[in-house]
């Protein structure tokens, strides 16, 4: 089993909403760093937001800011980017990432694990 799995993904319209959820076996958010990234064909990978110890919450993404949210279930371990007013521009993977020990950063280099990524993509 991957430590790190991505789901909620899908197709939508502009306008509509996803959930993403990322299962981080093995890391705490209060103690370690958990993140979501999304990749555009053709494009830089983007940090979007993070959550993680000493570091808290912190969002890196002008292009998502008001709409997408992060939180955590520590108890299961699992954290949630819920993604509102979705535009076309939003399609891509999104990635989780985790880093082991450390707060949050938006350098993707220093994240330890990452899951799949799962499919979102935004479209009429």
């Known amino acids: 089993q991957l430590p790190i799995v991505e789901s909620g993904g899908g197709l939508v319209q502009p306008g509509e909403s996803l959930r993403l959820s990322c299962t981080a076996s093995g890391f705490a958010v209060d103690q370690d760093a958990i993140a979501w990234f999304r990749q555009a064909p053709g494009k830089e990978r983007e940090a979007l937001s993070c959550?993680?110890?000493?570091?808290?919450?912190?969002d890196f993404s002008d292009a998502v800011k008001g709409r997408f949210t992060i939180s955590a279930d520590n108890n299961k371990n699992t954290v949630y980017l819920q993604m509102n007013s979705l535009k076309p521009e939003d399609s891509g993977l999104y990635y989780c990432a985790g880093r082991r020990g450390r707060g949050c950063t938006s350098y993707s280099i220093v994240y330890d694990t990452w899951g799949q990524g799962t499919q979102v993509t935004v479209s009429s």
């Open positions: 959550i993680g110890t000493i570091t808290g919450i912190m």
